[in-house]
């Protein structure tokens, strides 16, 4: 089986690279073709759709959304063009050819104001353009195709790309302190496992030739402040050797730190839908976290 993967330089996208090209048996079969923003780009709509019917696979992965959050505050038109109009030509291009789609969405759909873990039944509610943007994607793709798999994901980080846990070492090695958010939380997610959800739901696709077809929420267990995950970010990196000695770690409000999108307090996603579907819990943050450290050194 073909399997088409959009955004391939990407956190996600770079961690399902490594998984499915490595030499285990569940891999016999697979032939991934990685695009990255030079082979299809996101913001034309023909691009996208083009990419899709030209390789004809037998599904397809995107991994790739504009994510800059506060830019997307005064880049309206950039964001909706990634994040909804080429999701819809996506699905449009798979309906045709009556391939799958999974498709990697957020967190920030939400407003944050529930006081428990979000489920996919919860109604949407997104306080700025980028959770907008991602929302108008879900809803488009589920018009155009019907074989479609959405993961809302939360805080992700990775080896590869931007992420807080790297901005957090980089800040750790200059600076005695830092101030990090106490008052939202939410999940942090390893791309590492999101990657390894995605290559158990194409395997079962294949075996199976369907998949239960929905929205479903995929972040690791776990729930923290930014407060609290800088802090363990800093115990693990030392533990690992990557940084000599922890700064120290200010607790702040967000009232304290404003940005020019306002951003959930909660994001804690309930993922006991898809734990049901793959049989298994998702793993702690922790886990990632060392991983990644272990990375560096």
């Given amino acids: 089986m073909n399997v088409l993967l959009f955004g391939a330089n990407g956190q996600v996208g770079n961690e399902c690279r490594r998984i499915f090209n490595t030499t285990e048996a569940g891999?016999?079969?697979?032939?991934?073709?990685?695009?990255?923003?030079?082979?299809a780009d996101f913001s034309d709509q023909s691009s996208v759709e083009k990419?899709?019917?030209e390789y004809s696979p037998g599904i397809v992965i995107n991994a790739c959304a504009y994510t800059a959050v506060d830019k997307a505050e005064t880049e309206a038109d950039l964001a909706y063009a990634v994040n909804a109009l080429s999701v819809a030509a996506l699905g449009r291009a798979c309906q045709q050819l009556g391939i799958p789609c999974i498709h990697i969405s957020t967190d920030y759909v939400f407003d944050g104001t529930a006081e428990g873990a979000y489920s996919e039944a919860?109604?949407?509610?997104?306080?700025?353009?980028?959770g907008g943007s991602k929302y108008e994607g879900e809803r488009l793709l589920q018009l155009e195709t019907e074989k479609a798999i959405i993961l809302r994901t939360s805080w992700v980080f990775?080896?590869?790309?931007?992420?807080?846990?790297?901005?957090?070492?980089r800040l750790g090695s200059e600076r005695d302190e830092l101030a990090v958010v106490a008052d939202q939380h939410g999940c942090p997610t390893f791309a590492g496992d999101i990657a390894v959800v995605i290559h158990q739901l194409v395997t079962q696709y294949r075996e199976e030739n369907t998949l239960p077809w929905g929205i479903y929420h995929c972040?690791?267990?776990?729930?923290?402040?930014?407060?609290?995950?800088?802090?363990?970010?800093?115990?693990?990196?030392?533990?690992?050797?990557?940084?000599?000695?922890?700064?120290?770690?200010?607790?702040?409000?967000?009232?304290?730190f404003p940005t020019p999108a306002k951003r959930p307090a909660n994001s804690v996603l309930d993922c006991s839908k898809l734990e049901q579907l793959l049989g298994k819990p998702m793993p702690h943050w922790r886990s990632g976290l060392q991983q990644l450290c272990a990375s560096l050194k």
């Fill in 27 to 39: 891999n016999k079969g697979f032939q991934l073709i990685a695009l990255t923003r030079d082979d």
């Fill in 219 to 256: 972040s690791n267990s776990g729930a923290c402040s930014w407060y609290e995950f800088a802090q363990a970010i800093f115990k693990q990196a030392v533990e690992q050797g990557v940084l000599n000695k922890a700064p120290m770690v200010k607790a702040i409000t967000t009232e304290q």
């Fill in 158 to 169: 990775g080896v590869q790309g931007n992420n807080f846990v790297k901005t957090m070492l």
């Fill in 51 to 53: 990419a899709v019917l």
């Fill in 122 to 130: 919860t109604t949407v509610a997104p306080l700025g353009v980028y």
